[in-house]
């Protein structure tokens, strides 16, 4: 699931991915319903929900599920400030290999776990199509990955760390 938000002047950026089991559209809830956000899925899925009330109740006869969602929140909102930091200091290759280092993380495997269109990917890391493109065929070149389709395969994690961290291969 693609959690996007567009400006007023119709540009787009993907805030955040969403995967399997995790829960999304929680923060309208408790902020008068402002987060002006779409979740667009990547693929095929089932998504389930509870109404507003529901969970109002389910809270004042289960205070430990505020928390588990206050502690969501709080790990998402440093991913964010993480992210508004990598956007101003630095460069687009550090901030594509850390975008998918990010994506293969939150499943602990070495692909993608989801189709992921180039121009995501750009928007999730904050550059151009043109940018992602040109990185992500040069890497796969190089032997780091190897992209098809809307697939995403890591070869090698720790040049991509190296990448992230701002170091050039060797």
Excluded: C
């Amino acid at each position: 699931m693609r959690i996007i938000q567009t400006g007023s002047d119709g540009g787009q950026a993907i805030i955040r991915f969403i995967g399997s089991g995790e829960m999304f559209g929680t923060v309208p809830l408790f902020t008068d319903h402002l987060l002006p956000a779409d979740a667009i899925t990547a693929e095929a899925s089932v998504v389930l929900s509870w109404s507003e009330a529901d969970i109002v109740v389910l809270i004042g006869i289960y205070p430990q599920v505020s928390l588990n969602v206050i502690r969501v929140i709080g790990t998402r909102l440093i991913e964010l400030q993480d992210r508004v930091r990598e956007l101003a200091t630095q460069r687009a290759d550090q901030r594509l290999a850390r975008a998918l280092l990010r994506l293969i993380r939150n499943d602990g495997g070495d692909e993608v776990a989801f189709p992921l269109r180039r121009k995501d990917l750009a928007e999730f890391s904050g550059t151009t199509l043109h940018t992602a493109s040109r990185m992500l065929s040069a890497w796969a070149r190089a032997g780091l990955l190897t992209s098809i389709g809307r697939r995403i395969l890591i070869h090698d994690r720790t040049a991509l760390d190296s990448l992230a961290e701002g170091r050039p291969l060797l």
